[in-house]
């Protein structure tokens, strides 16, 4: 396989930079730290995870056809690639620390009280199906072929955007799950 082109090549630096961060956070949490909420309304760590765990399925499925598709059309291409105005919004937007609460639709909704040694591997298999799908875009147009934007309805977005907004989709959830491990109410196990 020949090289990745340097846009790929940093968001797969990113990518292996989240599975490290994430492996750090939940690392000698219990049960009961990794479910833990602030408070009623507050996600847990358990449940960013979840959520992105989630998306990222739907994103790993979506991409697979996505690339089959621009493969089969010769949809190939040569950068740099730029991420446009629209791109470089929804980035800056999605980046954290969150610049607004955005609720997620019902079925990115994670459930409560999933166990650390079910979301945790999950997780870190995604991020690696999600290395993968970067090395299967090698070589195509990435301003070129577009993906759906899940959850934003008829909104297609190109392959560098989306790839860039789910690992800043991802950054921010683990700031978020960051922010829970460190309330001043976070459980102390003896």
């Known amino acids: 396989m020949s090289p990745l082109a340097p846009e790929l090549a940093e968001l797969h630096r990113q990518f292996a930079a989240i599975k490290v961060e994430a492996s750090e956070l939940v690392n000698g949490l219990k049960e009961s730290q990794f479910n833990w909420r602030p408070d009623p309304h507050s996600w847990s760590i358990a449940e960013c995870l979840l959520h992105l765990n989630v998306v990222g399925d739907r994103y790993v499925h979506l991409l697979e056809k996505t690339l089959a598709e621009a493969r089969a059309r010769g949809l190939v291409g040569r950068g740099p690639f730029a991420y446009g105005w629209l791109g470089k919004w929804i980035l800056a937007n999605t980046e954290p620390?969150?610049?607004?609460?955005?609720?997620?639709?019902?079925?990115?909704?994670?459930?409560?009280?999933?166990?650390l040694t079910a979301v945790m591997p999950t997780?870190?298999?995604?991020?690696?199906?999600?290395?993968?799908?970067?090395?299967?875009?090698?070589?195509?147009d990435l301003a070129r072929v577009k993906a759906s934007a899940l959850g934003y309805g008829p909104i297609k977005?190109?392959?560098?955007?989306?790839?860039?907004?789910?690992?800043?989709?991802?950054?921010?959830h683990l700031?978020?799950?960051?922010q829970v491990r460190s309330h001043a109410a976070f459980p102390e196990v003896r």
Not at 125 to 138: D, P, T
Request: proline share 7%; charged share 20%; glycine share 6%.
């Open 157 to 172: 977005l190109n392959l560098h955007v989306t790839f860039a907004g789910i690992a800043a989709h991802e950054r921010r």
């Open 123 to 140: 997780f870190l298999h995604l991020q690696e199906q999600l290395a993968l799908q970067l090395e299967q875009a090698n070589g195509l």
């Open 97 to 115: 620390p969150p610049k607004r609460k955005i609720k997620a639709a019902r079925w990115f909704t994670p459930s409560y009280g999933q166990p």
């Open 175 to 178: 700031w978020q799950a960051r």
